[in-house]
């Protein structure tokens, strides 16, 4: 398998919801008028309270002035991404981050390595800092051919010889608790694409949900919208409500159509030194198989799996000792919120995620077609 | 005649054009996301280094919080507008202010009221500060029938009876000689509009255009873009070659498909309250029944005339006394830069000014209609 360590320099930051103004003149050049910008990679996401922003350098020039309302990780991070054939070498049919939580996930964070992850549309990045570097590059030799990005070109990373490929381990991987409090607002979401050259027909629609939308009543969990431009490729997170704003022929849905449910991780912001939190989510749920998306914040982290197959996936976390707020589980906690929709298997409400393109993307669309609905078991069958 | 006296508290202000930025949230949402705001008057016109602004208090709210880089001019400017039936009932051809100089532009220079004039696509309108609008329409009455809007419904104003339709009269006003520099620069400008249900399929060239322009070479002159949504009427002023960048079927253009000339008025910023400067220009142009709009800005005011009348115009305005940069005259004073296209009368370069939608909108396309350019006589017959 291979692994890239793309070159772009990353900042990570927060902007809260209410101080957006005087980076929208930014924010709106490098989202909506690519060719004025060398900017890369972007990735904007609007949660109840704060706009989360993962930028390289250069994007980060149009954001200047920086002000202090621009709260940046005192640091530099680097996303390794996972080559698209490796992704589809693995023996189970689940997608995202469970086909790399055995071999990136895990070993970083028995490496203490803490990480940062940005699952997109067409594939998953996993982000380190810089001071983490070498040791996130040493602990995955053993399961990665590894390749850098040096201005512009890729070349391998040769073996230091030192450590070799002796990986860290440690005795109770099976019994990592979950420990942080988990939330599973009743919302559905939709991960999807557009075509770049679709950009300026969405744009007033972009702008309005992205700079204009009126608050949540009352700070929900699930006022979530994340918008992302990584070298090219644009995805898109959005609850079903916002989708059916876009016209239905404008964005990409995955050929399997399929709704997630959102979790989100933790009760107080989770900072960005604690090791492991990705993987007590992610190493239960690979291990039934079960498709995720993780997109981590610059407050929370939160987790995306198929909306058919939540029962089962309260049910692993739950044996792992997770508090979960608001998601039905087979114990008969109900939540109040979600019970007219958990139990819902089809994504019928507003717009219709199933339809497909005719020109289907990127390398997560063909990981998803490897996906058959048809062979899934029911979630409960897991446990 | 029907004059009418807009409700809209509007003032009148400038940013300077480095300093957009803190303003773009706001205005994006004034100018493309019309439904979540309540302003009904926005003129934004870009120079060479400023922004001018006109807007009406519910628009500026959307620019708070405001700051130093926003100078607003100290008082509150009414708009006035004569009906398009009465601008049809001249006895002249020619449209745009000419139709209006006799009755209200000069009685207003008469009368010691500055103005600041505003054409669009659809009409003109004259502001005038709040502490002169009772002298305003009591030296229109002999002119106008003259209403106001209160409150959405529209109210005939009342004789007040003490000075009646007395009219302040100046012995030479045929005389009146031109106080400040006049530049022509050589580029062709285009007076058009778009139905507000296209904003969206041109926002991003509006942005990139509006806010992400790159400054002109020199501060040059020919820089200029005008933007205006006025109760739901959109108006667009710019040169012919940033025409080009808009999809050829997106954009109103006058049924005779006319470019425009533009002449700046004043080398050093105008002021407020310096009376005549566009009675100056208007009057002899309206004698030799030269179509003209007018837009004045924070700093200075531009007419726009007929390229095919520009050799009339020059010579008109010389026997004023002008002092005209940039322009050839007819006593051979040929300007270097615009050698090449001052003598071109017809609109080929760019987008071809001459496609008229099919859907031929509103009032000012109405008058625009009645002039039949087989029947125009050279400009130089003026004279």
Same mark, same amino acid.
């Given at each position: 398998?291979?692994?890239?360590?793309?070159?772009?320099?990353? #900042?990570?930051?927060?902007?809260?919801?209410?101080?957006?103004?005087?980076?929208?003149?930014?924010?709106?050049?490098?989202?909506?008028?690519?060719?004025?910008?060398?900017?890369?990679?972007?990735?904007?996401?609007?949660?109840?309270?704060?706009?989360?922003?993962?930028?390289?350098?250069?994007?980060?020039? *149009?954001?200047?002035?920086?002000?202090?309302?621009?709260?940046?990780?005192?640091?530099?991070?680097?996303?390794?991404?996972?080559?698209?054939?490796?992704?589809?070498?693995?023996?189970?049919?689940?997608?995202?981050?469970?086909? &790399?939580?055995?071999?990136? $996930?895990?070993?970083?964070?028995?490496? #203490?390595?803490?990480?940062?992850?940005?699952?997109?549309?067409?594939?998953?990045? +996993?982000?380190?800092?810089?001071?983490?570097?070498?040791?996130? +590059?040493?602990?995955?030799?053993?399961?990665?051919?590894?390749?850098?990005?040096?201005?512009?070109?890729?070349? *391998?990373?040769?073996?230091?010889?030192?450590?070799?490929?002796?990986?860290?381990?440690?005795?109770?991987?099976?019994?990592?608790?979950?420990?942080?409090?988990?939330?599973?607002?009743?919302?559905?979401?939709?991960?999807?694409?557009?075509?770049?050259?679709?950009?300026?027909?969405?744009?007033?629609?972009?702008?309005? +949900?992205?700079?204009?939308?009126?608050?949540?009543?009352?700070?929900?969990?699930?006022?979530?919208?994340?918008?992302?431009?990584?070298?090219?490729?644009?995805?898109?997170?959005?609850?079903?409500?916002?989708?059916?704003?876009?016209?239905?022929?404008?964005?990409?849905?995955?050929?399997?159509?399929?709704?997630?449910?959102?979790?989100?991780?933790?009760?107080?912001?989770?900072?960005?030194?604690?090791?492991?939190?990705?993987?007590?989510?992610?190493?239960?749920?690979?291990?039934?198989?079960?498709?995720?998306?993780? $997109?981590?914040?610059?407050?929370?982290?939160?987790?995306?799996?198929?909306?058919?197959?939540?029962?089962?996936?309260?049910?692993?976390?739950?044996?792992?000792? %997770?508090? &979960?707020?608001? %998601?039905?589980?087979?114990?008969?906690?109900?939540?109040?919120?979600?019970?007219?929709?958990?139990?819902?298997?089809?994504?019928?409400?507003?717009?219709?995620?199933?339809?497909?393109?005719?020109? %289907?993307?990127?390398?997560?669309?063909?990981?998803?077609?490897?996906?058959?609905?048809?062979?899934?078991?029911?979630?409960?069958?897991?446990?």
């Amino acid at each position: 398998m291979e692994l890239y360590v793309l070159e772009h320099r990353l #900042q990570v930051g927060s902007i809260p919801r209410d101080a957006i103004a005087p980076f929208t003149h930014g924010l709106v050049k490098l989202i909506l008028l690519r060719d004025k910008t060398k900017c890369k990679f972007l990735s904007l996401t609007r949660t109840a309270d704060e706009y989360s922003i993962i930028i390289d350098q250069e994007g980060l020039k *149009e954001l200047e002035p920086l002000s202090d309302q621009l709260s940046l990780v005192n640091s530099v991070w680097y996303a390794q991404n996972v080559s698209a054939g490796a992704l589809g070498s693995g023996t189970g049919k689940a997608s995202g981050i469970t086909k &790399i939580a055995k071999a990136l $996930i895990l070993p970083l964070a028995e490496a #203490q390595v803490p990480v940062f992850v940005m699952s997109t549309y067409q594939t998953d990045f +996993i982000l380190v800092q810089e001071k983490d570097l070498d040791t996130s +590059i040493e602990c995955l030799r053993s399961h990665f051919k590894i390749f850098r990005e040096v201005e512009g070109e890729t070349i *391998e990373v040769p073996n230091s010889g030192s450590k070799g490929e002796t990986t860290p381990t440690r005795g109770e991987t099976n019994s990592r608790e979950i420990s942080h409090p988990l939330v599973a607002p009743p919302t559905r979401f939709s991960v999807t694409s557009l075509d770049p050259d679709t950009l300026p027909k969405v744009a007033t629609i972009l702008l309005d +949900i992205l700079f204009y939308a009126d608050p949540s009543p009352e700070g929900s969990d699930a006022d979530f919208f994340s918008f992302s431009i990584i070298d090219g490729d644009i995805s898109l997170v959005m609850d079903t409500e916002t989708l059916t704003r876009f016209p239905s022929n404008a964005l990409f849905t995955s050929a399997t159509g399929e709704c997630w449910k959102m979790i989100k991780i933790g009760a107080v912001p989770l900072g960005f030194d604690e090791c492991g939190i990705v993987a007590q989510v992610s190493e239960p749920l690979a291990e039934a198989d079960i498709s995720m998306y993780y $997109i981590s914040t610059y407050r929370y982290d939160h987790t995306l799996v198929p909306e058919e197959e939540m029962d089962g996936v309260v049910k692993v976390l739950l044996s792992r000792k %997770a508090k &979960i707020n608001g %998601a039905a589980s087979s114990e008969g906690k109900e939540g109040e919120e979600d019970k007219d929709k958990t139990q819902s298997s089809s994504c019928t409400e507003g717009m219709d995620c199933s339809e497909a393109p005719s020109s %289907a993307p990127v390398e997560r669309e063909e990981t998803m077609e490897q996906q058959d609905p048809t062979t899934s078991e029911p979630a409960n069958t897991y446990y």
